[in-house]
């Protein structure tokens, strides 16, 4: 069954950089859009970025264009965000995403998230 | 930028009775609307997506209806483990651009 497991997050101060990861399984990875969403504490959900099933198209929420980029191996079956120049607002549960289908571009299967706390 | 807007914020029904969420877009996205489960601690459920079909393993008392700027969750005959929160989402083919709702919560009456 489709499994994501995120992994990375942690505190780190205004101003700094951070990078999660997502390991795949369970499913063809090379195949499939990626997504990462996230939640900040009692709030609702925010999409942030999509990737492309082979890395040639990225698109990112305007919150965090420039900032943050999402990339991907499809030899490590891992998706990947690097956010620099964190902020406060930035603090949230970063959860993964897959597609429901190769040409349905919905998130439909999610990991477990991991929080991202900016604080100084 | 498209808005979505759901109501209302929380709403009060009694297990076994059947509840009608809302989400309204700022302008017609023709039928491009998800639904999405949220249990405390837990991620995101895609319970619908087309408005109207509903994703793999959701129960049938779960159904989406409307299209263009009015959207409606009707979940029917309520189960405890009903009784949480509901977000939607409004999904763009090209460019891909995803905007949720501010979630509708579910409580028991």
């Known amino acids: 069954q489709v499994q994501l497991v995120e992994s990375g997050g942690g505190v780190v101060q205004p101003g700094r950089s951070l990078r999660l990861s997502c390991a795949a399984s369970?499913?063809?990875?090379?195949?499939?859009?990626m997504h990462w969403v996230r939640q900040a504490p009692g709030k609702g959900l925010e999409w942030v970025a999509i990737?492309?099933?082979?890395?040639?198209?990225?698109y990112y929420a305007d919150s965090v264009k420039g900032r943050f980029t999402i990339s991907r191996d499809n030899s490590r079956n891992t998706l990947y965000l690097q956010m620099n120049s964190l902020r406060v607002e930035d603090t949230a549960v970063y959860y993964c995403?897959?597609?429901?289908?190769?040409?349905?571009?919905?998130?439909?299967?999610w990991g477990q998230g991991t929080l991202v706390t900016v604080s100084s | 930028e498209i808005v979505m807007t759901q109501s209302p914020a929380t709403l009060s029904v009694s297990p076994g009775g059947k509840a009608t969420l809302s989400c309204r877009a700022s302008q017609s996205v023709i039928s491009n609307l998800a639904w999405y489960q949220q249990k405390p601690g837990q991620a995101p459920r895609l319970l619908i997506f087309?408005?109207?079909t509903r994703a793999t393993g959701i129960p049938a008392r779960f159904s989406g209806s409307g299209s263009g700027t009015e959207f409606t969750l009707t979940i029917s005959s309520l189960q405890s483990e009903d009784f949480t929160v509901y977000y939607c989402q409004h999904y763009n083919n090209w460019p891909p651009l995803y905007t949720f709702g501010q979630g509708t919560k579910l409580e028991i009456k």
């Open positions: 995403a897959r597609d429901l289908a190769v040409v349905i571009a919905i998130p439909a299967y």
């Open positions: 990737i492309s099933f082979d890395g040639s198209y990225k």
């Open positions: 087309g408005a109207s």
């Open positions: 369970g499913f063809t990875f090379s195949s499939y859009s």
